[in-house]
C-alpha cells in the first residue's frame, strides 16, 4: 500500500507519493512528476514489417540475346526448307516453300535487328548516312525488299551463310568455325550472281527487277566504299576484267572504264595508308 501526505500551502495542493513494491507508482517531486526513460511503446503488441514484391527488370541483353538466337534458328530451319524445295524444283504444295522463303528472311531480320539494337541501341541510332555504310543495316533494308518481291535461292543464301556463321563460333563447330573464309567467299560471290541474274530480270522486264537492281546496287556501291573485303574482291575483279574491256574499240567504254580502274586503285591505297596508321 501506498500513503499519500497532501499539504495546503497558498491555496495549491502539493503532493508526495511513496511508491511500494507492486504499486505502480512512480515517486515524483516538485510540483511536476518525472517519469524514468524507457525503450517500450505504447502498444506492447509485436509490429509487424510489411514486405512489398517489387518485380525486377526484365534484363535486355538476355531479351535480345534470345531474339538473336530465335532469328538465325529461323533462318537455319527454314532455310533449309526452301533450298529444298527451290534446287529440287518442288511443287509449292500448300504454299510450304513460299511460308518458308519468308520465315528465312523474317528471322534474318529479328537476327539481324537484335544485333544492330545491341551495338547501338534502337533509341540512339546514328544518323541515316552512318546507318546506310553499315552492312548489317542494308542486309535488314534487303530482307525486307526480298520479302516482298519474287523467291530467288540467291537472295536467301548470304542470310542463311551468316546464321551459319554466328551459330557455329556460338557453339564452336569445328568444322563451320574452319570453312568460316569459304562461308565468306560464297556470300561475296552469291552477291555477284544476283547483279548479273537482277540485270537479266531487268532486260526482260520481270516484276519489278530494276527497282531491286538499284537499290541492291546502291548498297553494294557503299560496301565497295566501306568493307575492305568488297573492296577487294571488286578490285580482283576489275584486275581481271582489265585486259578484256581494254579490246573493246568503243572509246566511250574505255574511258569510263579507265575512270572506274583509277577509283579502285584509289580506294585500295587509301586502304593501305589507313592499315599502316592505324
Known amino acids: ?31 511536476s512528476s518525472k517519469t524514468k526513460p ?17 518485380r525486377a527488370p526484365p534484363n535486355r541483353h538476355a531479351i535480345k540475346y534470345r531474339a538473336w538466337l530465335l532469328g538465325h534458328t529461323l533462318n ?16 509449292n504444295v500448300f504454299y510450304i516453300n513460299s511460308i518458308a522463303y519468308r520465315l528465312t528472311l523474317i528471322g534474318s531480320i529479328i537476327a539481324l535487328t537484335a544485333t544492330f539494337s545491341h551495338k547501338f541501341g534502337l533509341h540512339f541510332l546514328p544518323p541515316i548516312a552512318t546507318l546506310l555504310s553499315h552492312q548489317n543495316f542494308q542486309y535488314i533494308i534487303l530482307a525486307v525488299v526480298w520479302c516482298f518481291t519474287f523467291k530467288s535461292v540467291f537472295k536467301v543464301i548470304p542470310y542463311f551463310a551468316i546464321s551459319l556463321l554466328q551459330i557455329g ?8 568455325e574452319k570453312k568460316a573464309s569459304l562461308l565468306s567467299s560464297i556470300i561475296a560471290y552469291d552477291e555477284l550472281v544476283l547483279i548479273a541474274y537482277l540485270i537479266l530480270r531487268t532486260l526482260f522486264f520481270r516484276n519489278a527487277s530494276g527497282y531491286q537492281l538499284s537499290l541492291f546496287l546502291i548498297f553494294y556501291w557503299l560496301r565497295i566504299l566501306y568493307n575492305p573485303e568488297t573492296g577487294n574482291l571488286f578490285a580482283t575483279i576489275v584486275d581481271r576484267l ?14 569510263y572504264w579507265i575512270k572506274t580502274r583509277e577509283f579502285v586503285k584509289a580506294k585500295q591505297n587509301e586502304e593501305h595508308e589507313m592499315d599502316k596508321s592505324g
Request: cysteine-free; overall charge positive.
Open 1 to 31: 500500500m501506498s500513503t499519500m501526505v497532501e499539504t495546503q500551502q497558498d491555496g495549491k495542493v502539493d503532493s508526495k507519493e511513496m511508491a511500494g513494491p507492486g504499486s505502480g507508482l512512480v515517486q515524483s517531486s516538485g510540483s
Open 38 to 54: 524507457t525503450n517500450k511503446t505504447p502498444n506492447e503488441g509485436i509490429h509487424r514489417m510489411k514486405k512489398k514484391l517489387i
Open 76 to 91: 537455319l530451319v527454314f532455310g533449309t526448307i526452301t533450298f529444298i524445295f527451290q534446287v529440287f524444283w518442288l511443287p
Open 169 to 176: 563460333k556460338l557453339k564452336k563447330i569445328e568444322i563451320i
Open 242 to 255: 582489265d585486259g578484256e574491256v581494254m579490246k573493246i574499240k568503243n572509246p566511250k567504254i574505255q574511258h
